[in-house]
């Protein structure tokens, strides 16, 4: 695209491009008169992938397509590559036998719980997208809060061993569960923490058991 153009200069073209999903991974090599650092940094700021100084030969003009198609080409198979791996392990997150779950953001919404986790909280599917206290209201002052946030507030992960958690399940009442687990908070690329994911084995049933051999015992 030529930077200067009637009706709708190259930036502009450029600037509608980036906008559309069909459109924006488009290799774009601007074109101008202009030379020197700084038409070259704005081209690229505004999103180019080259910024090509007139006059220039067909040669050197096919050479630089050439390349950023191989690059646009490279990029996609790591892209695609990338997404298969994501449904490949969240398909083992959601088949797992284990409690799992994903907490985003400081109100720690759900992006995701597999069946294991909703069918121990007693829940469906229709927490995702809800912050933790809004889909688990019984969590309210219960330890367990605060040790979520303070997970995400920290940093640090916390590993629990037969901890007490009250939920309200099926029947509608507060029942006693428990859990050995992890929460183990996870950072941006700028190294701030983004979410927290959750795993957990629920021991109630262990739990219950142990305790009647020590009354039958004491």
Do not use: W
């Amino acid at each position: 695209s030529d930077v200067m153009m009637p009706i709708m200069n190259g930036f502009e073209l450029l600037k509608e491009l980036r906008q559309h999903l069909q459109t924006k991974n488009i290799p774009v090599i601007m074109l101008s008169a202009r030379a020197g650092e700084e038409a070259r940094i704005e081209g690229v700021e505004a999103g180019a992938d080259d910024y090509l100084v007139k006059p220039f030969s067909s040669k050197e003009l096919l050479a630089r397509i050439s390349a950023h198609l191989e690059m646009a080409r490279v990029r996609k198979k790591a892209e695609n590559a990338a997404e298969t791996e994501r449904k490949r392990i969240y398909e083992l997150f959601m088949q797992a036998p284990a409690v799992i779950a994903v907490l985003r953001g400081p109100e720690l919404k759900f992006e995701l719980a597999n069946e294991r986790y909703l069918e121990v909280a007693g829940k469906d599917s229709s927490i995702i997208g809800k912050p933790i206290l809004e889909a688990l209201p019984e969590l309210k002052g219960q330890p367990i809060e605060q040790i979520l946030f303070n997970v995400y507030n920290t940093g640090q992960p916390f590993f629990g061993n037969e901890v007490l958690v009250r939920l309200v399940r099926q029947k509608g009442d507060l029942e006693d569960v428990y859990f050995n687990f992890v929460y183990q908070p996870y950072v941006t690329d700028q190294n701030q923490v983004d979410g927290i994911l959750v795993h957990a084995v629920d021991v109630t049933e262990q739990v219950m058991n142990n305790r009647k051999k020590d009354c039958v015992s004491g």
